[in-house]
């Protein structure tokens, strides 16, 4: 059974930071990519940032880009997000998903598992 269990939420002031960790079990992820998605209250689920464990590789959202690091260490089987420079804008819940490679990519549809979500929230 896959579990991915998210930690590392809570309240931060503007310009501070988080770091997020998701720590996956449950069966061997090699060929598999990890996202982090967010909702805030009355949007939708949107993006933030991939890693595959095959090769290393990473995407962001525009949104993010050059304040949020995505990083994973394959000997813990986690994926952490490093989020820096915080706003108020990216107060929600973020969700910890994986999917296999192929498609698992900027949609949620192509994530098979996900996380309970932790709440982060960015005070001004």
């Known amino acids: 059974q896959v579990q991915l269990v998210e930690s590392g939420g809570g309240l931060v002031q503007a310009g501070g930071s988080l770091r997020l960790s998701c720590a996956a079990s449950g069966r061997t992820f090699s060929g598999y990519a990890m996202g982090w998605f967010r909702q805030a209250p009355g949007k939708e689920r949107e993006f933030v940032a991939r890693f595959s464990w095959s090769g290393g590789s990473t995407s962001y959202a525009d949104s993010v880009k050059g304040r949020f690091t995505i990083s994973g260490d394959s000997a813990k089987n986690t994926v952490y997000l490093q989020m820096n420079s915080l706003k108020p804008d990216d107060t929600a819940v973020y969700y910890c998903?994986?999917?296999?490679?192929?498609?698992?990519?900027?949609?949620?549809?192509?994530?098979?598992?996900w996380g309970q979500g932790t709440q982060v929230t960015v005070s001004s």
């Open positions: 998903a994986a999917g296999n490679y192929y498609r698992a990519y900027l949609s949620a549809n192509g994530y098979a598992y």
